[in-house]
């Protein structure tokens, strides 16, 4: 084995163990880190909860022994400083290895380099971008919002064979079927935010909740619940929905000013926080994807009926589209699927890339990407 196989066998090490993560590290980034010395496992560590040691630290915890003479594969660059746990980089220029493997750098401008410095300094070698981009994809909702301030936005929706997503009179339940619909909920497990809108929330009934146990999850933390976010302009719900009885954090977006209508939110959900717009007529959602991220959201998972749908694509907020399509027919009665206007011209279309075809059950699942214009 080369030594640039090497490096890219105990990398996928890694990235496998930071998958371990993948559903209860946010808002913190997916990392794994394994410790290798003359071509023998050592030790391995994955970051499994916020506010939990860092993988890195997981790994030199476990380790029998020491780590001189050996190499070090960690998936994001060791911190250079203290957050909620001490820096990373000290605690491996102490344990003293010979190599740190670095998959990517850390993505936050204000300190990308220093921790891969911070080892130079000491006198460790530096190996960086190997399996770069897998790493990177692993955490595309961590480094969307470290790079651009915005959260990476994933829309879902259900839909017929002719493009229905619900009757005319509203109703959409179920156009999929149950594999499908659990499917989505590990969509939402994944996610930091579920994003949606008062009419899907009262047509629905809809929960927004994740309705997985930990096993299902394959994790020693408990589930996660994400944030609901509702666009609701005039605050039309009454907060006797479904959504209201399960707890969790929920915020709604809205331009109502009333007080009085205000106040019963305030009174009867604790759990509820409500931002008002006084500079619009509607809540402009890049806005509040811009809040999200201020508030370290870094995915944001979407369930909404045709008019978000084609907003949020339209404005090119969409980072993923994940389709699940029934082999049912509506008609043409039935509501689309994106409310994009009228598209006169050809050149004019959205056009998208497919990244992933599959069944599930009896539907097909497509997860698709907006091309870059």
């Given amino acids: 084995m080369s030594n640039s196989t090497s490096h890219e066998y105990w990398m996928s090490k890694a990235l496998q163990l930071a998958r371990k993560g993948f559903y209860s590290t946010h808002p913190n980034p997916r990392v794994g880190c394994v410790i290798v010395r003359d071509g023998e496992l050592l030790s391995e560590g994955f970051h499994e909860y916020p506010g939990g040691p860092h993988a890195e630290i997981n790994a030199l915890n476990n380790l029998m022994g020491d780590a001189k003479g050996s190499t070090v594969y960690v998936t994001l660059e060791p911190c250079s400083h203290t957050g909620k746990t001490p820096p990373c980089a000290d605690a491996l220029i102490k344990a003293a290895p010979d190599t740190v493997v670095i998959a990517m750098l850390d993505p936050n401008p204000l300190v990308s380099g220093q921790g891969i410095e911070k080892l130079k300094n000491h006198g460790i070698n530096v190996i960086t971008s190997v399996l770069e981009q897998q790493a990177i994809q692993l955490n595309a909702g961590f480094v969307k919002r470290m790079t651009q301030n915005l959260p990476f936005v994933r829309v879902k ?53 994740v309705r997985l146990s930990a096993e299902q999850l394959n994790q020693q933390t408990g589930v996660r619940q994400p944030m609901r976010v509702i666009i609701d302009n005039s605050l039309k719900l009454t907060g006797k929905e479904k959504l209201f009885e399960l707890g969790g954090e929920i915020w709604i977006f809205t331009t109502q000013q009333d007080e009085e209508v205000l106040s019963y939110f305030k009174l009867h959900h604790k759990n509820v926080s409500i931002f008002t717009s006084v500079t619009s007529k509607r809540i402009e959602i890049k806005d509040v994807l811009l ?12 369930e909404c009926g045709s008019t978000l749908a084609g907003a949020l694509i339209q404005q090119q907020l969409v980072d993923e589209l994940v389709l699940y399509m029934a082999p049912d027919l509506m008609g043409k009665q039935a509501q689309g699927l994106f409310d994009l206007g009228e598209i006169s011209i050809m050149s004019d279309k959205i056009q998208l890339s497919i990244a992933d075809v599959r069944m599930i059950g009896r539907d097909i699942k497509i997860v698709a990407k907006p091309c870059q214009p």
């Fill in 157 to 209: 929706m259900g839909l017929s064979l002719d493009g229905g997503t619900a009757l005319s009179n509203g109703i959409s339940q179920w156009i999929t079927g149950p594999e499908s619909r659990h499917d989505v909920q590990y969509l939402r497990a994944a996610s930091s935010a579920i994003l949606s809108t008062a009419t899907t929330v009262q047509n629905d009934d809809a929960s927004l909740n």
């Fill in 291 to 302: 809040k999200l991220a201020k508030m370290e959201i870094n995915e944001v998972h979407t």
